[in-house]
């Protein structure tokens, strides 16, 4: 791996590792219009490290959160920056107890799937899969024993609340972690 590029949606998360390896600032937009801030750089062993935040909501002035925010920055960040060896989606997250997960726990993700895109199908199934999606994560377990890491299937939904469908879906899929930006 020589060069990745971390997604994160909120300041307060990209803002320790754009000071840790000194990035600096991308000045041009990435996407017109678009409240996306970026640094790149390099971080240890010659890494190519680009970070890309989702910005600021004007309207509102917090963080922009959730799924759709998180895929538009990952589809201008691919634009701005290219190929890249990796995108990772980094950031806070809730996670269960019950499935071993304590506080300060760090998760590398199994797979990813969407609790709460429910899309009933009883004819074919097929809408209710895609609903889901059930996004594998590249295969790298090797590289979570070595740093550190643990791995479970996160779960991602446009809240961060959660009704008693979805901790029923959660709990059916084996989740382990409960986000708002990963699949």
Known sequence: VQ????????????????ARFALQRVEESFLNGAPFVAWTGLAEKGLKLNVVWCGYDKRFGV???????????AYAAVVAFGRVDLIISAGTAGA?????????????????????????DSVTGVLEEYGFGHFRSPPLYRLARE?????????????????????????????????????
């Open 63 to 73: 963080n922009n959160v959730a799924t759709t925010a998180a895929a538009v920055a």
């Open 3 to 18: 060069s990745v590029t971390l997604i994160m949606a909120m300041e307060q998360e990209a803002a320790p590792i754009v």
């Open 96 to 120: 269960f107890g019950q499935r071993g997960a304590k506080i300060c726990d760090v998760f590398m993700s199994s797979k990813c799937i969407f609790h709460s895109r429910r899309i009933p």
């Open 147 to 183: 740093v550190g890491l643990h791995v479970g299937v996160v779960s991602t939904a446009d809240s961060l609340d959660c009704n008693p469908t979805d901790m029923s879906l959660l709990l059916a899929e084996g989740a382990v972690v409960k986000e708002m930006e990963a699949a």
